[in-house]
């Protein structure tokens, strides 16, 4: 008998916690979607927190969109709506008062008869010239975007602020602005 029970307590001793076919399947089945849930959880808790990296903004909506605007814009203007044109005061507000206030760069200043005499002397076609074409310091429309007859109220208003007479020029139904013409090239 003594045999008998040695090999019980042998057996029992290797014997594990699984002793029926359906605890078998539960173990494996329990070793699969224990791990697999485990996995989820973990997913599911570190993406749930939205966190910026290097370069993420980068893909937020207004840096996509000053990616994609368009360099340039095309806009027409009526050049013979004069109700549409800026004054001459208005341009030089704009545009010449800049260096021509504070005479910048050998620019006459407003005002001043004196450094204004001479270029008066010339005459209208030859200071609209100037200021279309640009001289010295000056770039073309002194590097405005204005129409032609635009910049000629400005200049009619520098003169004649200076001691000229010059008439303001008449918008003509052909005339064509200066961003028109830049765009047809």
């Known amino acids: 008998m003594s045999d008998q029970h040695t090999h019980a307590e042998h057996h029992s001793a290797h014997e594990g916690p699984i002793k029926t076919p359906k605890q078998l399947i539960v173990a494996v089945v329990a070793a699969f979607i224990v ?3 485990a ?4 997913v599911s808790y570190v993406s749930s927190d939205t966190k910026s990296g290097a370069g993420s903004e980068l893909l937020n909506e207004q840096a996509v969109a000053a990616r994609i605007k368009p360099v340039g814009m095309v806009e027409v203007k009526d050049a013979s709506d004069a109700s549409a044109l800026k004054t001459g005061q ?3 507000n704009q545009q010449c008062g800049a260096c021509h206030t504070a005479g910048v760069a050998g620019a006459p ?3 001043d008869a004196g450094a204004w005499a001479p270029r008066l ?8 010239n100037s ?3 640009g001289k010295g310091a000056m770039g073309p429309q002194g590097g405005g975007d204005f129409s032609d007859v635009e910049i000629g109220r400005a200049v ?3 003169a004649n602020g200076s001691g000229g007479k010059f008439e303001e020029p008449k918008v003509a139904a052909g005339a064509a602005s200066a961003p028109e013409a830049a765009a047809s090239k």
């Open 131 to 133: 200021a279309l074409k």
């Open 90 to 92: 208005e341009v030089f």
């Open 156 to 158: 009619v208003y520098m």
């Open 35 to 37: 791990p697999i849930f």
């Open 121 to 128: 002397g010339q005459g209208f076609p030859a200071l609209l």
């Open 109 to 111: 200043k407003f005002g």
């Open 39 to 42: 996995i989820v959880l973990l």
